[in-house]
């Protein structure tokens, strides 16, 4: 599987970003997909997660109620709406596909280079 992240971009604080991550392969519908986050001099951190069966989701603490992740397995694509964004929410943004639903960056098995997300103040 390879993967493909877009979207990102300057943005004002308390604005809005969709990301879009595009998947190649026909084995997308069976991946997990998440989306984790890197700023300089961090770690990886993990953003959100959803299932193959898109009802099924999971959030960080600190992206809850701001952040919805969704998938369209007709294309492929796994989405990362973001709203009321904030400055500490700027860094690259990478999706990922794995085989369960974790927080944990290692137990996934496809990386796409990421997008950069910079909120202004």
């Known amino acids: 599987v390879q993967l493909q992240a877009s979207g990102g971009g300057l943005v004002q604080a308390g604005g809005s970003l969709r990301l879009s991550c595009a998947a190649s392969g026909r084995a997308f519908s069976t991946y997990v997909m998440g989306w984790f986050r890197q700023a300089p001099g961090k770690e990886r951190e993990f953003v959100a997660v959803i299932n193959w069966s898109p009802g099924n989701t999971y959030y960080a603490d600190s992206v809850k109620g701001r952040i919805t992740i969704s998938r369209d397995n007709a294309k492929n694509t796994v989405y990362l709406q973001m709203n009321s964004l904030k400055p500490e929410d700027s860094a690259v943004y990478y999706c990922?596909?794995?085989?369960?639903?974790?927080?944990?960056?290692?137990?996934?098995?496809?990386w796409g280079p990421g997008t950069q997300v910079t909120v202004s103040s």
């Open positions: 990922a596909a794995g085989s369960h639903i974790t927080t944990t960056p290692g137990s996934y098995f496809y």
